[in-house]
């Protein structure tokens, strides 16, 4: 007699164009084995022309994901088509995690979470900072800001190239958040608890500025959102110089934490063996 029970098997995505090189798939793969559960994670290539449809699908059950995690470059419409975008997705303007909850699409933006979680994670303290320096002013650097804010760090200072980039981040978060141009860094360092680089710079080996770290307070963070290569420049800058760092692939695990526990259910961690995993692949 064939076994009536069935098995549910919960499907979720990583959709992004192009989506080849996301590490998602990896990251979820190794969670839903590690917890025995049923179901599946996939990259799901899908271009801007598609996208609308894509989500609409979601949206009236056709499709047979619950959720799943949304990359350049949707994350912007992902949060407008949402239908419950959470406080967090909507100041950003940006989403990176959907999911289905009582026939409605939820949405939330998880780079802020996994920005602190990784520094809390591997440098427990760092936020008795009073101010931080936050260099770059782009897509990454708002959910860094937004996090670093909600954290209560009185002091946020953004420095980057355009000016007018830092001032829109300073708009959008806050008094507490002011911009500087580039050639206010060494000033705005100085007493600084934690320096964050958000943009490219040293990232597969580009090159990267010096910088005179020696400024920032005693016991200061170095943190970098770039994780390719894991020591990049300024990291191995801030090490010479004896300060604590703390390398920016943890920010892409812990990101991926909220989604899977709303899809699967069960709240993953991060361990070595995923950053084992996920460095055996870079
Ligand atoms: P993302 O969304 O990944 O953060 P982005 O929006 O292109 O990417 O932002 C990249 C950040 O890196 C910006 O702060 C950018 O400075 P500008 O706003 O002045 O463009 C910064 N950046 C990139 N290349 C740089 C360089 N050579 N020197 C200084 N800053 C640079």
Redesign the pocket.
Known sequence: MADSRETFVVNAFVTGWPVKHSRSPLIHGHWLKQLGIAGSYRAEPVAEDAFAAFIQSLKDGSSSYRGGNVTIPHKERACALADRPDELAEELGAANTLWMEEGRLHATNTDGHGFTANLDHQHAGWDKADRAVVF??????RAVVQSLRDRGLSEIYVV???VS?AQELADRFGAKVTAHP?EALAEVMTGAGLFVN????GMDGSEAPRIDFTRLATGAVVTDIVYVPLKTPLLLQAEQQGFATVDGLGMLLHQATPGFEKWFGRRPTVDDALRNLVIADM
């Open positions: 770059g002013a782009g897509g990454a650097s980057n190239r355009t980039r580039t958000t943009t490219s710079l």
